[in-house]
Structure formats: structure tokens, C-alpha cells
């Protein structure tokens, strides 16, 4: 008896546990808009630069010092490559994925339901 103990006792023991993952949050309405959109926005070492290109619209930068970090020239979460109709879409769409690297969520995905709630028109 003390043998199926003993095994019983090691089997529990060796079942790892699952690893909690920090899920994203859900965006907050943006009520403070870009004063300076078209300016590099500074946030905890990750700055974020604007880019416009004539064929798909706006796009964004984000990056560490330097060096980018993400270069994302179209909306992500939708089909095709169609970029932001506008300097503050992409701008708000950059400081929520600057937001999302800043607080250890990674990879800093957009979904969807974030340009949704966001009111990013696509």
C-alpha cells in the first residue's frame, strides 16, 4: 500500500502546472487626442514616428532609440494592405501597442475588436 502512495505522490508532483498568461487588456476609449501627431511621441525609452506613404495611407514606427522595433505601414488585424486614413488613427493604434510592450504583453498584437472599441476605420 505504501508503494502505490509513494507513486501516486511522485506522479502528482512531477504534473507541471500551467503557465497564467497576461492577457490584453481591453482598450481604453481614447478621449485625449495627438496634439502632435506628426512628432516623435516619447514613452518609457520607445518612441513612436509617423510615417505616410501616398499609395496606402499612414503608417507607424515604433522605435527603440534608434533602431525600430516594429515598422507596421498598414492596419494590422484586417485582410489586404490598407493603411490608416489618418496621422491620428495610426498614431492612436502605435501608443496602444507602446502601451501594450511597456506592461509585458507580447507579442503586442492588435486585434479586430481593438480597432473596433479604438474607432479606427478601416
Known amino acids: 500500500m505504501r508503494i502505490w502512495i509513494l507513486a501516486f505522490l511522485a506522479l502528482t508532483s512531477c504534473i507541471e502546472q500551467p503557465e497564467t498568461r497576461k492577457e490584453s487588456p481591453a482598450p481604453a476609449k481614447v478621449s485625449?487626442?495627438?496634439e502632435a501627431?506628426?512628432?516623435?511621441?516619447?514613452?518609457e525609452g520607445l518612441?513612436?514616428?509617423i510615417t505616410d506613404s501616398q499609395s496606402t495611407g499612414f503608417g507607424f514606427?515604433?522605435?527603440q532609440g534608434t533602431?525600430?522595433?516594429i515598422i507596421q505601414p498598414h492596419?494590422?488585424?484586417i485582410q489586404g494592405i490598407k493603411g490608416f486614413k489618418t496621422k491620428e488613427q495610426a498614431s492612436v493604434i502605435g501608443n496602444y501597442m507602446i502601451y501594450k510592450i511597456n506592461n509585458g504583453?507580447?507579442?503586442p498584437s492588435i486585434s479586430v475588436q481593438d480597432l473596433d472599441s479604438l474607432e479606427i476605420t478601416y
Request: glycine letters at 0%; charged letters at 30%; a negative charge.
Open 47 to 49: 518612441s513612436l514616428k
Open 75 to 77: 492596419i494590422p488585424a
Open 105 to 107: 504583453i507580447m507579442p
Open 67 to 69: 533602431s525600430p522595433l
Open 37 to 43: 501627431p506628426e512628432e516623435d511621441i516619447v514613452k
Open 32 to 34: 485625449d487626442p495627438i
Open 61 to 63: 514606427e515604433i522605435l
